[in-house]
T-cell receptor
């Protein structure tokens, strides 16, 4: 069964550093997403991406965050200057059409120290 | 505004018991979709079911069943004859047909099944 692949599975970074989280969505999917889950809390929507642009973003997704699909297969989330409160599990997801069951990646656990 | 409420924070049962996880949602949209996801201790999100707002038929998949009632805005999930492997956090989620399909998650219910 096709999978969404996320790398790395765990990243530790120092406060103020830039991080890039990587995702390879399912190849024929057109809609891409990032979600965040702070430890022990609910999963929160960050951003959706369609047709090479952001289609919707939450208030969490401020100027410190950006997304990119640089080469037609990868989908990245960049955090420019990490803060302690950015520590969370970040999930990438993709969908082949609106409102179909998402496929989530296995997540990247980001720890900011 | 859209909202998903999972009032049960934690449930503890003994193996072979039946357990129902509650989900209540709020939306003004007439077309929407409801989901259940399982998050085992390993952390990934496992898709269980999607239901659209026009399909109120209950669904059964093995030991899992779902009861969708628009009249009470509920989409409850029952595990029959629970097993230790069912121990996980279960999330209910909602999305509307408009926009680009962001999922609004409930806070989750942690299910512990003891031998």
């Amino acid at each position: 069964e096709p999978e969404v692949t996320q790398t790395p599975s765990h990243q530790v970074t120092q406060m103020g550093q830039e991080v890039i989280l990587r995702c390879v969505p399912i190849s024929n999917h057109l809609y891409f997403y990032w979600y965040r889950q702070i430890l022990g809390q609910k999963v929160e929507f960050l951003v959706s991406f369609y047709n090479n642009e952001i289609s919707e973003k939450s208030e969490i997704f401020d100027d410190q965050f950006s997304v990119e699909r640089p080469d037609g297969s990868n989908f990245t989330l960049k955090i420019r200057s990490t803060k302690l409160e950015d520590s969370a599990m970040y999930f990438c997801a993709s969908s082949d059409r609106k409102n179909y069951g998402y496929t989530f990646g296995s997540g990247t656990r980001l720890t900011v120290v | 505004a859209q909202k998903v409420t999972q009032a049960q924070t934690e449930i503890s049962v003994v193996e072979k018991e039946d357990v129902t996880l509650d989900c209540v949602y709020e939306t003004r949209d007439t077309t929407y979709y409801l989901f259940w996801y399982k998050q085992p201790p390993s952390g990934e999100l496992v898709f269980l079911i999607r239901r659209n707002s026009f399909d109120e038929q209950n669904e059964i998949s093995g030991r899992y069943s779902w009861n969708f009632q628009k009249s009470t805005s509920s989409f409850n999930f029952t595990i029959t004859a629970s097993q230790v492997v069912d121990s996980a956090v279960y999330f209910c989620a909602l999305s509307s047909s408009g926009g680009y399909n962001k999922l609004i998650f409930g806070a989750g219910t942690r299910l512990a099944v003891h031998p």
